[in-house]
């Protein structure tokens, strides 16, 4: 019988924290595939008295034996991703050692960018928090049948394919009288796509098949979070990728029988970058606090996070929508000596009383709020305090899955394991 891949994504609305959680797992496994979302994710890994943030490359390049995909469902921008190959070197880790990208995975061109901040501007008060990195664009070409992708890159007329591409946004930017916004950055942007080129690139589907054949253990990164989905988030103010589980399987290849367990990261509280509804958040002191405290602000593009009480509706539709089997909480150690927590465990829309994630929950709809004691300090011994202990076995009790992993610090050495581990 061939091993089976799991799956760690998130479970709000991205800044969860996953980075984290894979390096500390990623000892228990043979690979680390990204799986979706580009250049707009950032994943921060701290050890070491050291912070590093990743973007495209996968969270378990700091872990030696450990080999990192970036799969065929991940938007790649060559000068970025340049950047953060120079930056791991800068750090003592030459990428070559365990990094292969999939051929399949679509490539992020400066037009996209240019595009991406033209729409964006062009909507005016009602845009929805882009990081402006083109990711929109790259997919709408990529299901649009016009997407340059990595392996492209190897064939004879690719610089041919490049050319016919920009064409074609110069005339979409003329539309938006910014005709040549990207001319200037076509240089520095075919320079690394060069680089890019002679990186390992494989046919990722193949190689995971062979792998999980062979026995090896798979983890799959998600990136962003469920409530960012393309399908399944608070559209229009989403992500233009599957962030799901279910992005797992088109973003890597995997035939969904061979997903084992699903691992979803969620925060102590909530927090949203950028545009969009979000019933839980605090425009006061105690949002401030959380801010602060946190650190919430964005690792790409540094925009301070909105923060707002944990959502438990929108965590257990979460859990559904992905069939998560164990959750991992991460900065419980920020909420510390906050007295008077609270929890939502439902809302009111139109007057009615649900404990369901609505469809539309930009209006009309009011938070139901629990009081809940909170703790002391917090420190990597266990047990956990009373006060904590009985926060996650409220959370457990609405979501219905086991809390496995509790996040007390930034570091990988801040974590405390709970009942099952999170590997094989």
């Known amino acids: 019988m061939t091993a089976r891949m799991d799956v760690l994504l998130g479970a709000q609305w991205g800044d969860e924290g996953k980075g984290k959680v894979v390096d500390v797992i990623a000892p228990g496994y043979d690979i680390i ?10 994943h921060t890994l701290i050890f070491d008295g050291r912070k590093h943030v990743l973007h495209t490359i ?12 970036v799969g065929n469902g991940v938007v790649i921008d060559p000068v970025i991703f340049l950047k953060e190959i120079q930056a791991l070197k800068a750090a003592g880790v030459d990428v070559r050692d365990n990094l292969l990208i999939s051929r399949r995975a679509h490539l992020i061109l400066p037009t996209h960018r240019a595009l991406d901040a033209a729409s964006e501007a062009d909507k005016g008060t009602s845009k929805i928090g882009s990081t402006l990195k083109g990711i929109g664009p790259t997919y709408m070409d990529k299901t649009g049948r016009n997407g340059l992708r990595v392996g492209d890159l190897e064939l ?10 920009v064409k074609k946004h110069e005339r979409l930017l003329a539309l938006y009288d910014r005709p040549g916004a990207a001319k200037e950055a076509e240089e520095e942007w075919l320079a690394a796509a060069e680089v890019l080129r002679n990186m390992p690139l494989v046919d990722s589907e193949h190689y995971l098949d062979q792998a999980l054949r062979s026995g090896k ?49 969620f925060k ?22 959380i801010r602060q405290v946190g650190h919430e602000f964005g690792s790409t593009t540094g925009r301070p996070r909105r ?14 929508i992905n069939g998560v089997t164990e959750l991992a909480m991460m900065k419980a150690d920020v909420l510390n000596n906050m007295p008077d927590l609270q929890v939502c465990t439902g809302y009111r829309v139109n007057g009615k009383t649900t404990d369901r994630l609505p469809y539309d929950i930009s209006g009309g ?23 904590l202990e009985r926060y996650i076995a409220m959370i457990e009790r609405h979501v219905g899955v086991p809390v496995t992993l509790v ?17 094989h």
Not at 33 to 42: C, E, K, Y
Not at 365 to 382: F, K, M, N, Q
Not at 417 to 422: D, E, G, N, P, Q
């Open 33 to 42: 595939a990204r799986f979706q979302g580009g250049p707009n994710a950032g």
């Open 407 to 423: 996040s007390l610090g930034p570091d990988r050495a801040e974590t405390v394991h709970r009942r099952t581990a999170l590997v």
């Open 365 to 387: 709809i009011e938070p139901i709020l629990e009081r809940v004691d909170g703790w002391g300090d917090l420190s990597t011994d266990v047990p956990l305090p009373t006060g």
């Open 156 to 165: 004879p007329d690719s610089i041919d394919r490049f050319r016919a591409l």
């Open 268 to 289: 102590a509280y909530c927090t949203r970058v950028g545009s969009g509804p979000f019933p839980t958040e605090l425009n006061d002191a105690a949002g401030e606090r």
């Open 217 to 265: 253990r798979i983890l799959a990164e998600g990136a962003q979070g469920t409530l960012l989905d393309i399908d399944f988030g608070t559209y229009p103010f989403v992500t233009s990728s599957n962030t799901i589980s279910a992005g797992a399987c088109t973003g890597l290849g995997i035939a969904p029988n061979r997903i084992g367990k699903v691992v979803g990261i």
């Open 307 to 320: 923060c707002g009480w944990l959502d438990l509706p929108a965590l257990h539709y979460a859990v559904m």
């Open 58 to 69: 996968p969270s378990g390049i700091f872990r030696a034996g450990t080999m990192n995909l």
